[in-house]
């Protein structure tokens, strides 16, 4: 059935093949096996896919009735001779449109101007700086990209105001071999189509973080005081001296420990600095990793928090120390192999991100080095697009043994699982896939971030730079002085986490995570 195209045989061309040829096919085996129904359906729908002209799974007569041209725009006007099931479709659109996403992969099927590819109720056509011409204003997302695969900024500066430009910057530029462009499902996080979350679309309904904070709570497996604590928290039930003086109990309601600071619950456990240092000792990640959250959302998240949900072995030996110090640096790549480390860098002050990495032997020379300018980004879309842009590098420069050293654990998970492509990180998870998937040995490492300063300085440069990824001079004295203080086996000390055993990149060893490796 696949070597005959449909396009070359008429309708009646087509039934008499089926009815000869494909239906006759089944009927030899039945004589001697029972197939499956699962089976025999299967072929049923394979052998009317062929008769109708199906390919890809759309039918051809729905293309012709419903969509108006090729860039897929569905007829919207609805006509008594539509059926009902196409008139609910029709009534379900609006809502649709609002959130479904563009993901660029080729970026051969979005048109650059005509689709809502950058958010979407944003149109490029409608902030254009200029008269575009026609083959301009039909031109696909494509087109606007460089021979390196990288948005073609001298054209796009030329059409388009900068407060587009730096969102812009943020996307992933469509390369060849990743694929058709698609769209994704965007009240999901996955990207994936759920009933439940078009219901409450349709219905209004907004599903609140703090409904789904009182399950985890009465679910936390943990003593019935803590629990009952939380709760008390949640509630904003504890008697604080804000709370105090409202009862007029005090006339001071300020923090005792800290200077003109309201005494609040969130206060209390966030923001007092006595707190900050508690948290800081059990996990020195959570102030920065929760600092956009709000109250109940911070106590929701660290509920759910799988230290926060201790096993049954920790709390029948709660002696047993679960954090450690240890001496930290960075561990070069074995002989004859090559290592590429990256870094993320967020802006404090307007919020932009960049990306830096470079590459370096097992003697700690660098071999290139590169930054990016990625403007409104996401810190993990920064770090997957850096690691991207050093192995793509490595890869150019003839490099095929290749350690990829990264600090974020949730780019590694991406990384790892590269075939679940739709998510808002798809595109980017396809780029991985391609890449991987080449004739070459690839091992991806999680390091501390107190192993990977070099990566960190240049990814910092990038905000200095004009949009998009720029080559860094490897012999720049900046640049040396963190190669050096790797090289010279400068350590520094770190409470880290025991509880699960992970395995370390520690002074003197070459132990790692190794989380995928990729060999053809």
Known sequence: ????????????????????????IPSYIIQTTMLPMSICDLIDKKIRWF????????RKVLQKKYFHHKDGKIVSAKKSNHSNLWK?????????????????REGKDIGFWTHPWLSN????????T????????????????TEDGEWNWTKLKDCLPNDLLVHIAGMYAPKTGLGEDITTWGLEKDGRFRLKSAYNLVVGHVEEDHEDGWKNLWR????????????????????????????????????????????????????CKKAKKIWIYFHDKITSKDASLDFKQWIN????????????????????????????AWSPPLEGWIQVQTDDSVSSPSGNAAAGGLIRDWLGRCCDAFTCNLSKSSITRAELKGAATGLDLAWNMGYRKVELNLDSTTAIRIIKNWEDDSHSYGVLACQFGNLLSRNWTVVVNHIYRECNCAADFLASKGHDMDFGT?????????????????????STSRIINTMKGSVLVEKGKSKREVLIESSK
Not at 88 to 104: D, F, N, R
Not at 301 to 326: F, G, H, V, Y
Request: charged share 25%.
């Open 1 to 24: 059935m696949t070597a005959w195209k449909a396009r070359t045989l008429s309708l009646a061309g087509r039934v008499t093949l089926a009815t000869a040829v494909l239906n006759a």
């Open 51 to 58: 008769v109708w002209g199906s390919q890809l799974g759309r």
């Open 88 to 104: 609910a479709v029709m009534k379900a659109m609006p809502y649709m449109k609002k959130v479904m996403v563009w993901s660029l």
């Open 121 to 128: 109720d944003t149109y490029l056509s409608e902030f254009a």
């Open 130 to 145: 200029r008269q575009l011409t026609e083959e301009e204003a039909n031109s696909a997302a494509a087109d606007w990209t």
């Open 220 to 271: 936390w497996k943990g003593p019935n005081r803590v629990k009952l604590f939380l709760w008390l928290v949640s509630h904003n039930r504890l008697l604080t001296n804000s709370e105090r003086k409202k009862r007029q109990l005090t006339t001071n309601g300020n923090c005792n420990h800290c200077t003109n600071e309201e005494e609040t619950v969130e206060h209390i456990l966030r923001r």
């Open 301 to 328: 998240a660290n509920i759910k928090n799988e230290e926060a949900n201790a096993n049954e072995k920790q709390c029948i030996l709660p002696n047993q120390p679960t954090k450690t110090s240890r001496e930290l």
């Open 470 to 490: 720029h080559r860094f001079n490897v012999c720049d004295p900046r640049l040396d002085y963190w190669l050096l203080y790797d090289v010279m086996g400068v």
